[in-house]
């Protein structure tokens, strides 16, 4: 069989009903003389059809298509475009090479990649998308600086009761009259700003938002896990909350065990 007869066969589209009304005359006439030929031809059209249902049949997040063409959109064109070598001069190889590595093999290697590159595609933009996981340490300061400067005043104070989402913490002294104000944005998230009794001439005020946190303690930590001359911060998650409560006095680390369920009161 020549090459270029062999190249008709490998040419039929993968689409259709009928692969073999895209067949020349030429090719089909081979076809019915040649058994070996028409099996090949058999073999070619089930490895169509296994490589159409595998593509089909990947899992696509919500939404990844319009991100991937978005993405493209934006990417600036690296090079020149290359074209696609025809049939003729990419089948100019003896019979034997054609056969070893053929047009369907690149076809069906290269489906196998696209497979996989959806994959972790999927997989990285599931990365992109979650919520970064926020260090004890770093987040307690971030937390002192936001206060610090000005950012517990943000909202109106409010006596009704607060959103089901952000319930007052345990192990923390509870006001007679509960006080809080809405944050709309607290490190990225809504957040509720309790107001706790001023004790000893230092205030508190406790955050509640729904951060992610790595390795938090479940109960509100023997000592601040931040703390500054006027400012001291510890860090707690029960059950997907987490809590910062903040003191802010002349010497906040020595009061911070005033604001907790057992307090030591301050002498005065």
């Known amino acids: 069989m020549t090459s270029e007869m062999w190249a008709a066969i490998e ?30 031809h058999e073999r070619i059209v089930a490895l ?10 990947v ?13 493209v959109a934006l990417s600036p064109v690296r090079g020149a475009v ?8 990419s089948l100019g190889l003896g019979e034997g090479a ?43 300061e971030a937390a002192a600086h936001f206060c610090l400067s000005g950012g517990e005043q943000s909202g109106d104070a409010r006596t009704d009761a607060p959103p089901s989402d952000f319930p007052f913490g345990r192990g923390v002294v509870v006001p007679s009259v509960n006080r809080w104000r809405l944050i709309g944005d607290f490190f990225g998230r809504e957040a509720v700003a309790y107001e706790l009794p001023s004790i000893g001439g230092h205030r508190a005020t406790l955050y509640v938002a729904r951060l992610n946190i790595s390795d938090p ?17 510890a ?6 909350v987490a809590y910062l409560l903040v003191v802010v006095g002349d010497q906040p680390v020595s009061a911070y065990p005033w604001f907790l369920e057992r307090p ?3 002498l005065t």
């Open 11 to 40: 040419s039929v589209p993968l689409s259709g009903e009928n692969p073999a009304d895209s067949l020349s005359p030429e090719a089909l006439q081979a076809l019915a003389q040649d058994e070996r030929l028409r099996a090949t």
């Open 48 to 57: 169509d059809h296994r490589i159409a249902v595998v593509i089909h049949d």
């Open 59 to 71: 899992p696509l997040p919500e939404g990844l298509a319009n991100r991937v063409a978005e993405a």
């Open 82 to 89: 290359v074209p696609i070598a025809t049939a003729s001069t």
């Open 98 to 140: 054609q056969q070893a590595r053929s047009r369907r093999f690149w076809l069906a290697a290269g489906s196998a990649a696209v497979v996989a590159s959806i994959v972790l595609l999927a997989m990285a933009l599931t990365q992109w998308n979650a919520d970064p996981a926020w260090n004890v340490g770093q987040l307690a």
């Open 217 to 233: 303690l479940d109960a509100p930590p023997q000592k601040p896990d931040f703390s500054t001359g006027r400012c001291a911060v």
């Open 235 to 240: 860090i707690w998650q029960r059950q997907g």
């Open 264 to 266: 030591t009161s301050p």
